[in-house]
């Protein structure tokens, strides 16, 4: 049996983070300083694919480094205060016209890093492109052919989506996650010079690959002023342990995904400052659904009452952040659901015998993937699930695996992905929902568990069709997020906690809720 005491304390480390203050995105705004000589060294906690087409992957390491380089219609802050606040960066504005039209409008001052102007026929292009369903970042209400995407002139976009019978509203949150592509490389296709290259109208400049190192340089054309900083290296190191004692020992500027314990050895470094928030990114046991056990919605939901989340915290520390829904706090439609599955021993084994595995037995061998290094405490909090799973008789074992390996795992495949359970979490910037819920519980778009649920896919499209932003959140918390707390496709256990360890005297960033940084007015004192 698990003993129920306490296994970790992080009070003393909570109390530091919980006075930081957020930084202030008012910083954008500010006038630019001297440039600062040396680049900010960033170091990653996850790989990259290589292929630097935007729409090509799910990465979060490529699309912090798409956040240096690349521009998007809007920002989203995504404070607790106001998850629904959209900061306009290359629009000016986003008007609803009606409720399937969308008009907006763009500024007339803006340069690629190719040197070609920024205009609607970009918008237009990229909308188009990152809409195909053979894009695995797909990131639309629908395909191509749901919506019309017209340019009146340059600096005007009007988006139809009469054709596909849904919201024109979608947009708009959707319009602070796709980064904005030239029309002239997208022109090339998914075979084209988007995979060789970033080139965006973002503040620094993509110059190269080298080997785990991708280097950018500030960009001089900059809408908002040059960067005061000389560029960024963006760089690969696995292991945790190396991230903090470069930081430590000065070969690193900022470092992410912070463990518990190395905060409370941070926190008494000189030289060096914390930032946290609650990310945008909520952490997830997927089950597999496209084959046994765990096509069963029954087995599912036993094996979440098997699970105690509260002990999942405890192994979390200051890295989590309690929910029960299956997005962020911070992202628009949360609440807690009052059905979302509880530690529950008595129901995990009524649920067991009525699916016919009573006590367990009959059920097969169980696999349940993770990763080491790049989420905090994934092994422990994973050993924790596997020990209390097995105590219900679930024959569990656990795969800790490196980055790369557990991400060639990930997605699901014809006939079921590897193992029957994987952890992974998924991190959007934007408020927009559907960008986690439509894009794993939809069966046009399995990603890691696979699902294919005709009432899920209703309830999806139910709210996705609702003609207004009110509409929509009604039909989220009445009809789909409680349908999924019954049905359990994933267990989603917390929210991570976004913690960043940097050199007290780089100044000046504005670290988003998925991790994207603007790094624009960075100073290195």
Not at 53 to 77: E, K, N, W
Not at 327 to 344: M, T
Not at 353 to 382: D, Q
Not at 409 to 430: A, E, F, I, K, Q
Request: include cysteine.
């Amino acid at each position: 049996m698990i003993n129920r005491r306490r296994l970790l304390t992080y009070s003393a480390a909570a109390g530091v983070l919980a006075a930081a203050p957020r930084l202030n995105p008012d910083f954008l705004f500010s006038p630019a300083m001297a440039q600062t000589t040396k680049p900010i060294v960033f170091l990653s906690a996850e790989n990259i694919t290589g292929n630097w087409d935007c729409t090509a992957h799910t990465t979060l390491s490529q699309s912090t480094i798409q956040g240096f380089v690349m521009g998007y219609l809007a920002r989203a802050p995504m404070t607790p205060e106001n998850p629904g606040e959209l900061v306009m960066e290359l629009a000016t504005e986003i008007n609803e016209l009606s409720a399937t039209q969308l008009e907006i409008k763009l500024r007339d001052d803006i340069t690629f890093h190719d040197g070609k102007p920024f205009t609607s026929e970009d918008v237009k292009a990229t909308f188009e492109y990152g809409s195909q369903p053979d894009r695995p970042a797909q990131n639309y209400p629908g395909a191509t052919d749901t919506f019309e995407v017209t340019t009146p002139d340059d600096y005007t976009v009007i988006v139809d989506t009469s054709k596909g019978g849904y919201g024109a509203s979608l947009f708009i949150f959707l319009a602070a996650y796709l980064p904005i592509m030239s029309a002239k490389d997208i022109a090339e296709g998914p075979g084209g010079i988007l995979t060789q290259r970033l080139n965006g109208t973002g503040p620094f400049k993509f110059v190269e690959q080298r080997g785990n190192d991708t280097v950018m340089e500030a960009y001089e054309g900059y809408f908002r002023g040059a960067p005061t900083v000389t560029g960024v290296t963006f760089s690969f190191v696995g292991d945790a342990t190396t991230r903090m004692l470069s930081l430590m020992g000065g070969q690193a500027d900022i470092i992410e995904r912070l463990e518990p314990e190395q905060v409370e050895t941070l926190q008494g470094e000189d030289g060096i400052k914390l930032n946290t928030s609650v990310s945008v990114e909520n952490k997830y046991l997927w089950f597999r659904c496209s084959k046994p056990p765990f096509d069963n919605p029954l087995v599912r939901k036993a094996a979440c009452h098997a699970i105690d989340r509260e002990l999942i915290m405890e192994v979390m520390g200051v890295a989590g952040h309690a929910s029960s829904n299956f997005v962020s706090p911070i992202k628009f439609g949360y609440i807690d659901l009052e059905n979302y599955p509880e530690y529950n021993p008595e129901e995990c084994q009524r649920l067991l015998a009525e699916a016919g595995y009573p006590n367990g037995e009959g059920l097969p061998e169980l696999e349940y993937i993770t990763s080491s290094g790049f989420y905090p405490k994934t092994k422990e909090y994973g050993e924790v699930i596997t020990a209390l799973m097995q105590e219900q008789g679930f024959p569990v074992t656990l795969s800790v695996m490196e980055v790369a390996a557990w991400n060639e795992r990930l997605y699901d495949r014809p006939g079921g992905g590897p193992g029957h359970m994987v952890d992974c979490g998924w991190s959007t910037g934007s408020p927009e929902p559907d960008l986690v819920l439509r894009t794993h519980f939809h069966s046009s778009s399995k990603r890691i568990c696979g699902i294919d649920d005709p009432e899920i896919d209703a309830a999806l499209d139910a709210e996705r069709n609702a003609t207004s932003l009110e509409a929509r959140q009604e039909s989220l918390q009445t009809n789909l997020m409680p349908m999924l707390a019954d049905k359990v496709p994933a267990l989603s256990l917390f929210t991570s906690v976004m913690i960043h360890g940097m050199r007290s005297n780089l100044d000046g960033l504005f670290i988003y809720p998925d991790g994207l940084t603007d790094a624009s007015k960075a100073t290195m004192g």
